[in-house]
């Protein structure tokens, strides 16, 4: 059994002396691990960062076993945001949500290629990326089966002024519909509804707020540790670009 394709390193965790269990995301194969061997090695360790785009040979004898992984570099995500700590955040909580979400060795294409988009344009500024990686959020939860319903007014049916989001359902709620309840609901970005609001960190915290809330509850709350630790710093890092009274609503 073998198969070699485009991946994203997710993680890598040191196995023995020098190898390493390399966690990849690959379009076709899902979520797949593999044992490189000296794959913790100085020779090796650079390839194998997290957020790191590969070309990716996976070998074994049965399909159910580890099997073997090596790889070649192709873009050096990891090295190229070392230097902007808001895009390592961006990289690591990306990665560390797939790893943690995503089942093993199922498919989930969209995922992939919108992981693989946000780490290709990395380079030019994690901030304006900001809102395509809430996108990407909700893209996977969608995937998994816990897709927001921002279409409409869960209590009116309207399509206009939808501000709010049900923290239960999931659902859109309008301004005036939402305003005897707004303490209690999600604020709604309007990015994520495909319109242009000029966003900056105050809607990139909604959003981060919103995914977060339903990743939380509906995808890690049976997971030891719940959201992975990355996710919640990158959203800690977006929170200290506001003013302290702007960024201290509960998340």
């Not at 897709?147 to 206009?160: I, P």
């Not at 002024?161 to 309007?190: C, F, H, K, Y």
Request: proline share 8%; net charge neutral; hydrophobic share 45%.
């Amino acid at each position: 059994m073998e198969w070699q394709a485009p991946a994203v390193v997710l993680d890598a965790r040191p196995l023995g002396e020098s190898g390493a269990v390399i966690s990849l995301l690959t379009e076709r194969h899902g979520r797949h691990a593999g044992l490189a061997k000296g794959g913790a090695s100085r020779a090796q360790a650079p390839v194998w960062q997290r957020g790191n785009l590969v070309e990716a040979r996976w070998v074994a004898r049965l399909p159910e076993q580890l099997g073997s992984v090596t790889g070649e570099l192709v873009h050096p995500a990891a090295a190229l945001a070392l230097e902007d700590p808001l895009a390592l955040a961006l990289l690591s909580a990306a990665c560390a949500v797939a790893e943690a979400a995503l089942p093993e060795r199922e498919p989930h294409p969209r995922c992939f290629q919108g992981l693989v988009s946000l780490i290709a344009r990395l380079g030019q500024g994690a901030g304006p990326l900001l809102a395509d990686y809430v996108r990407w959020e909700a893209e996977l939860l969608g995937e998994l089966g816990y897709g927001l319903d921002l279409a409409r007014c869960a209590a009116t049916g309207g399509t206009e002024d939808l501000t709010w989001v049900s923290p239960r359902t999931g659902r859109a709620v309008s301004a005036a519909a939402g305003e005897p309840w707004r303490d209690r609901l999600l604020p709604l970005p309007r990015f994520l509804l495909g319109q242009s609001s000029g966003e900056g960190p105050a809607e990139w915290l909604a959003g981060l707020r919103l995914t977060g809330h339903f990743l939380a509850r509906d995808v890690f709350a049976e997971r030891p540790g719940g959201l992975p630790q990355a996710r919640a710093m990158l959203q800690d890092r977006v929170a200290g670009m506001l003013p302290a009274a702007a960024g201290s609503r509960p998340g």
